[in-house]
């Protein structure tokens, strides 16, 4: 009958069955010296070590009885052979030698073998039925066989602290099995989490760059859809006679204008590609720009923003209350310019020829709320420029990361954009204040 293996017992191999080469060569080896000591037995059953009558043909030890020499010789050979199962059944085979061993000398080898077998691949409470049974069986035996009541005694107390010995040797070999197996365990458990804090710092970096390459991209790239749009549709009026033709000035004035929003895409690309080669050593949170990376755009970049859409030929009212010199701490600035950047891409995607309107404001322990507010168009423009429709998603996991809302949506027939954003509290400056409006 094959043993259960209890639950949460961290013994491999020797439970199951199964083999490596290692044990079975360890295996052999100590079925060879209990062999040995089988073997020695033998000789000295053979050869008698005090002159005393006994079997024909053999001496016998001094007190052991010469019709238990044969059964001893048999009996330990079958214990010394059954030490090949005591990896898949250490409970089972220490009983039966156990057993043996209490009327068999020659068994001694494989007694020792098999009580610190069961006590290292098993709780010490499955091993400890075996070695009382060892124990109370070699009783009869230590109290026949010597001849004094003094060998009698040191005999049992012998026996008994052999056996006792073999199962502490096994206690102390499972509890450092157990221990290198709960070290693997934690090596194994740290690699998986290491696996995966790097696979979710991968995973929030390409959910960065893809943040940064839509910001840039699309920004930039609607402004020249605009202006390519534009010199397109006064084109083909001037070539049907609707409209006047071009003169130089203005095709030259609009490739420019395409020319130069195409070199400013070209270079925060290559900005946002130096950074992913060479790494940001700035901690975050600090204007410290390390390394070859550009400074990234904040607060004060919003009205730079504006007059470019405004230069593109959109029509931009901003309003700013903003403090003198002051700037938020971290990624708030730099998220609030992406907030007023993705507002009014999406207003010239969505409702070209809309008047937009952009407000900024607050300070130090007051926050900052950033809004950007377009008309909503009448019908969708058959001329709509294309987008992947993730912006939103991306600004407002940009905003949730900083500890702030966005909030978007149509209401009265216009569509708002609305972030409210952090901003801790600092040394106070003078307020800036102003409204401007660009545009035709």
């Not at 070290?183 to 970096?205: K, S, W």
Request: aromatic share 4%.
């Amino acid at each position: 009958m094959r043993e259960t293996l209890p639950p949460g017992d961290p013994t491999p191999e020797e439970g199951t069955g199964r083999r490596g080469r290692r044990d079975a060569v360890v295996d052999a080896l100590l079925i060879g010296a209990c062999l040995l000591v089988w073997a020695e037995a033998a000789v000295g059953y053979g050869i008698g070590l005090h002159e005393r009558p006994g079997w024909p043909g053999w001496r016998e030890w001094p007190d052991l009885p010469a019709w238990l020499v044969g059964p001893d010789l048999v009996l330990g050979l079958v214990a010394c052979l059954a030490l090949w199962w005591r990896r898949r059944h250490p409970v089972a085979v220490a009983l039966a030698v156990g057993t043996i061993a209490a009327i068999a000398m020659s068994a001694v080898g494989a007694l020792v073998v098999s009580m610190v077998g069961v006590a290292a691949y098993r709780p010490w409470t499955h091993a400890l039925p075996p070695v009382v049974l060892t124990v109370v069986l070699g009783v009869p035996w230590s109290l026949m066989v010597p001849a004094t009541t003094e060998e009698r005694v040191a005999t049992v107390a012998t026996a008994t602290l052999i056996v006792v010995a073999c199962m502490g040797w096994g206690v102390a070999v499972r509890a450092r099995r157990q221990l290198v197996e709960r070290l693997r365990e934690d090596v194994r458990r740290q690699r998986r989490e290491h696996e995966r804090r790097l696979e979710t710092a991968r995973a929030d970096e390409r959910g960065r760059i893809a943040r940064e390459m839509h910001d840039v991209v699309a920004h930039r790239m609607s402004l020249l859809s605009v202006h390519a749009g534009a010199l397109a549709y006064r084109t083909e009026r001037a070539e049907s006679g609707r409209a006047a033709p071009l003169d130089p000035a203005e095709i030259g004035e609009a490739v420019r204008v395409i020319r130069d929003n195409a070199h400013l895409a070209l270079d925060e690309l290559g900005d946002i590609l130096q950074v992913l080669r060479s790494g940001e050593t700035a901690p975050s949170g600090t204007d410290d720009h390390a390394g070859t990376a550009a400074p990234r755009p904040g607060l004060a970049g919003v009205r730079r923003l504006v007059e470019e859409a405004v230069a593109a030929g959109q029509r931009v009212t901003c309003e700013l209350d903003l403090p003198e010199d002051a700037e938020p701490a971290g990624q708030v600035g730099r998220t609030a310019y992406r907030v007023v950047q993705e507002g009014l891409t999406n207003a010239r995607k969505h409702a070209p020829g809309a008047r937009a309107h952009v407000e900024v404001a607050g300070g130090p322990g007051r926050g900052l709320q950033v809004a950007v507010v377009n008309a909503l168009p009448a019908r969708v423009a058959d001329t709509a420029i294309p987008g992947a429709g993730a912006g939103l998603a991306g600004l407002a996991e940009r905003v949730g990361l900083d500890g702030g809302r966005l909030l978007h949506g149509p209401a009265g027939g216009r569509f708002r954009l609305a972030a409210d954003l952090p901003w801790s509290e600092s040394a106070p400056g003078e307020l800036r204040s102003g409204m401007a409006e660009w545009g035709p």
